[in-house]
């Protein structure tokens, strides 16, 4: 569930187009409504985002059509962001004249001062009143009321998660769910990718290392970890970190 997966999801659909043009009749409002609907009743910039994000697999707070349900489901569950927009995020637009939630589009990247979104029921040329497509649209920072930032899982933890799983079946790990757990969380900072660096020099399980520092030492040795002090500070700050350490530690040698 990641942030690439949908800005992908949403790319390959540039140039969808309504049939017949300006009608609202778009393959995303039948998935969202569930028949084919038409009309001035069925703008569709939301109903896109709904549909890239299912197709993703990507959970929102609210399954909705409205620009504006969607702002405040964000804000409700804490994750409704207003600067330093992301690749991923639903930015929600108010345009001059509209109202507070005028359309809608997913992020594919940003700058300090503008985005490039990948939008529903806009067009190539102009505004967003002339819709028809799914359009590549770069817009300022100042057209922009904020942003839903899903709780995706990013390209470090899928790898760590997998890494986990090798690890497990190495016999180097005991308890997987318990460091997915973990992981998911963000529970131990870096944890991530302490787990996708050891996995990459383990090839199976040895005899634990006989302290957390023994441990550093060899994890240090073997190129997983550069930054020995930040481990020797932290590694009693979340319960059976420690043991980890000296199950990778003494892995690796």
Known sequence: MTAKKVVTTAVGELGTKESPANSNRVKYNT??????VSG???PWCMAFVQWCFHRAGVPLPVKTASCGALMRAAKKAGLWVVKDFRPGDVVIYD???GGPTDHCGIVEKATPTQVTA???NTSDIGSQSNGGMVCRKTRSYSQIVGALRPSYRTETNVSAMAAIN??????????????????????VKYLDTLLVQA????????????STENAIGSLVGAGVITSPEYWLEHCRDYPNLGALLCALGGAVK
């Open 95 to 97: 345009f001059p004249g």
């Open 31 to 36: 998935w969202y409504y569930g028949r084919e």
């Open 40 to 42: 001035a009743d069925y």
């Open 199 to 210: 996995e990459k020099k383990i090839q199976h399980a040895g005899e634990r290392s006989s």
């Open 118 to 120: 990948i939008e529903g």
């Open 166 to 187: 090798k690890l497990a079946k190495l016999g180097v790990i005991a308890s997987p769910d318990y460091w997915k757990q973990a992981v998911s969380a963000g529970k």
